[in-house]
């Protein structure tokens, strides 16, 4: 009898817990109520944290980021600004950045939301006489006034350039092939692939108008 009453007790004890944490984990996940309920106006863009192997990819990305969210009607904080601020307060990794309370970050400049972004991929890679760019990043926006998730998006795009002239000989195509890719891997060019991802994740991703949206000409 006393096996089976503490039995049923742990059972509802995990019960509880279960919910409990299905309760937060609901909580923290973005939806567009949530983001309307939010009413936001401006956008902090904290510093990136950067997973590829490019130890540029950081500071290039860092200046396709600020027209999309301002297009999409936000007001966004100076990007570079913003991150010497913080290299100057002590907060020169990004990843610490990123765990740090978004409501702390949001309090240093008055900003109603936190932008983090990661960057997953940033690379050029050859195989068989073609290179291919990719670009991946994660988004991630939070409430400056309460902490939680907001909107989220991930986007990859990637690239295989071609030479698309033929001479008529197979060798000299082959030939060129090999040069278009070369160059590619030399000196890819991440920075279209970037400012495409970042308008799809703005405007196709979920991210609502901010207030100082204009709308489009008929």
């Known amino acids: 009898m006393i096996a089976r009453r503490i039995g049923t007790v742990l059972v509802g004890l995990m019960l509880a817990v279960s919910s409990l944490a299905a309760r937060a984990e609901d909580a923290d996940k973005p939806s567009a109520e949530k983001l309307r309920e939010a009413n936001l106006r401006s956008v902090l863009v904290v510093p990136v944290v ?9 500071d290039y990305f860092l200046t396709t980021i600020s027209r999309p969210l301002a297009e999409r009607g936000y007001y ?42 990661s960057i997953e991929r ?51 195509d082959l030939v060129a092939m090999a040069v278009t890719a070369a160059i590619a891997k030399a000196s890819p060019n991440y920075m279209p692939l970037a400012q ?12 609502l108008p901010g207030p100082y949206d204009l709308p489009a000409e008929k």
């Open 76 to 117: 966004v904080f100076p990007v570079h600004l913003v991150k010497r601020m913080m290299e100057d307060e002590g907060m020169a990794d990004a990843d610490m950045v990123h765990g740090a309370d978004p409501r702390q970050l949001a309090g240093l400049f008055g900003a109603d939301s936190v932008l983090y972004i």
């Open 50 to 58: 950067n997973r590829s192997v490019d130890v540029d990819a950081q």
């Open 122 to 172: 940033w690379d050029a890679r050859y195989i068989v006489l073609s290179t291919t760019v990719t670009v991946a990043l994660d988004y991630t926006l939070k409430s400056g006034l309460t902490g939680e998730t907001l909107w989220k998006s991930h986007q990859q795009l990637a690239y295989s350039p071609q030479n698309n002239n033929s001479s008529g000989n197979p060798l000299v």
């Open 196 to 207: 495409r991802a970042n308008q799809q994740a703005v405007y196709t991703g979920g991210l």
